[in-house]
């Protein structure tokens, strides 16, 4: 191995190509093995670390060299410790952090060959490397080593080279480095395989290159690769990206008649996905029924595909169907995400019943539904109360899940469901939800307290019912008319006219017209006629 002041390896490529990412600047020996933080129970780190102290011949720099923990490493840009100057090759520990990120299989590969001598390394250990650095994720540094490999070089790249390189920029989303590296390696004799011809036709497509994909994947029959599916499917996904969906159904329509490929789930998938996005469901599903005549079985990804389609176009009983279908089905179960998909649609179109089913099913295949749909669910059996008084229990259900997944229920959540409460004559826990709202700073819908004070005058309740309207005052909130009313009617059928004349008074304070039947006027005047016999207003509480 060579000097850690400078290397004959090839490591490094040129600036205009590096774009300075395996450029670090200069550090003593001892900085940079406190940078390193090796953990001291890895004996393969500790090694490393002897490796880059090392000059290659198992000397320690600082055997060497006494002085040179006390100076930089490069005092002079572009010079060695020592005056020389140094090359633009790669040094070994430009890289070291590199290294030591790698997975341990790799990270031994790749310390063996470093403590090599720099002539015993060949274009296979290079490839090694190279390879490491890509499986451990650090495609820049990857591509930087292998555009240090000089054709006319001690070490040129080989088939193996370019293959791996091909695949680095793949992975690293660079399309067009990777088809120029396939175009170099088709120039320079050697014949790209199969997997790579693939990989650079998918990271076209994924991008919308798909013109340029084309001509990768003409010239790969023209060499004579055979396309596999896997290249298929991928131009198939990209012509779908682009919006050509009828190109992808001819090629899927190739496919089916081929001899050499045929068309596979995920190809019939990606190209029902791809009219799906476009609003044509109905082509979609003729698509997929194709694929069951052929004897395909769909995958999840397939119905999951089409559930989306059906709740874009709004097709919502579509998708209810399919998915309960799904639900019956021994082979394909929905997974959460199918039921997230439609819950949401069938809460926004206001199938509430239909939603509330799928709820169940959701609940009972083990998934929980977000805090969101459970509100939005919530208000629609609450609303279903007015009609169906039975719903009250879904309705309290979900409520109460609501609040115990840690999701506060918005204002109109706790409304609606006081208004639910108090038509299904559970007064008390309505009462306990007005006052759960004036806790915690809600506003007061008027037809939520109002449903409350006539289910409290309904029970002859009427202490509790001013009670709620005393709260509602309190909070700077009119009472609407109808509340003033019920209590009133009440209040008059119990005759108790002071009282009455108390509500009375604190709604006509208030500018609330209320309306009162001519017999419970005439009592109003004579009671206050006896205005000595009155009891006073305090004593019900109304604020006045």
């Not at 459970?374 to 009250?392: F, H, K, P």
């Amino acid at each position: 191995m060579a000097s850690l002041y400078h290397s004959s390896l090839p490591f490094s490529p040129p600036s205009s190509s590096c774009h300075g990412v395996l450029s670090f600047p200069p550090r003593t020996a001892a900085s940079f093995a406190c940078l390193c933080r090796v953990p001291p129970q890895d004996d393969h780190d500790a090694e490393l670390l002897g490796a880059l102290q090392s000059n290659g011949n198992g000397i320690l720099l600082r055997e060497q060299h006494p002085a040179a923990s006390a100076q930089p490493l490069d005092p002079i840009p572009g010079e060695l410790g020592d005056g020389r100057r140094r090359s633009s090759q790669f040094r070994a520990r430009d890289c070291a952090r590199r290294i030591m990120s790698l997975p341990m299989e790799e990270r031994v590969k790749v310390l063996d060959l470093l403590q090599r001598d720099d002539a015993a390394l060949t274009v296979s250990d290079y490839n090694d490397i190279i390879s490491a650095l890509a499986r451990g994720g650090d495609y820049d540094s990857a591509a930087a080593l292998f555009r240090s490999l000089e054709p006319n070089g001690s070490v040129a790249p080989d088939a193996h080279s370019f293959a791996i390189a091909v695949q680095c920029f793949c992975r690293k989303g660079a399309p067009d480095e990777a088809k120029e590296t396939l175009d170099e390696m088709v120039a320079r004799g050697y014949l790209p395989s199969v997997a790579a011809f693939s990989a650079v036709v998918g990271c076209l497509c994924k991008r919308g290159r798909v013109t340029r994909a084309m001509e990768v994947f003409d010239a790969m029959r023209a060499v004579g690769s055979e396309p596999t599916i896997r290249t298929y499917n991928s131009l198939i996904g990209g012509l779908c990206y682009v919006g050509r969906q009828e190109e992808a159904r001819d090629l899927l329509n190739k496919l089916k008649d081929s001899p050499k490929q045929t068309a596979d789930i995920y190809t019939f998938t990606i190209v029902l996905e791809g009219f799906c996005k476009v609003g044509r469901t109905e082509d979609a599903m003729a698509i997929f029924e194709d694929a069951i005549r052929m004897g395909l079985s769909p995958t999840i990804f397939t119905y999951n595909a089409l559930l989306n389609g059906h709740c874009k176009e709004g097709n919502l009983l579509k998708a209810y169907d399919l998915l309960m279908e799904m639900c019956d089905s021994e082979t394909c179960p929905p997974d959460k995400i199918s039921y997230t998909i439609v819950l949401p649609a069938l809460l926004r179109a206001g199938e509430i019943s239909a939603a509330w089913k799928t709820f169940k099913r959701m609940e009972h295949a083990g998934f929980e539904a977000d805090g969101r749909a459970l509100d939005t669910l919530a208000r629609g059996l609450c609303r279903q109360c007015a009609a169906d008084i039975s719903v009250l229990k879904d309705a309290k259900e979900v409520f109460g899940k609501v609040v115990s997944a840690g999701h506060e229920p918005v204002s109109y959540t706790y409304c609606l469901m006081a208004q639910a409460l108090a038509r299904g004559g559970e007064v008390d826990a309505a009462v306990a939800i007005l006052d759960d709202m004036v806790r915690k700073g809600y506003a007061l819908r008027k037809r939520a307290y109002t449903d409350v004070v006539r289910a409290l005058c309904d029970r002859s309740r009427t202490r509790d019912a001013v009670r709620v309207l005393a709260t509602v005052i309190a909070k700077d909130f009119v009472p609407g008319r109808n509340a003033f009313d019920a209590l009133l009617g009440e209040l008059s059928r119990q005759e108790r006219w002071p009282d009455a004349m108390a509500v009375y008074a604190a709604a006509v304070k208030r500018g609330v017209v209320v309306s009162l039947k001519p017999n419970v006027k005439e009592a109003l005047v004579v009671d206050h006629e006896e205005e000595a016999a009155w009891e006073s207003p305090e004593q019900l509480g109304v604020p006045q």
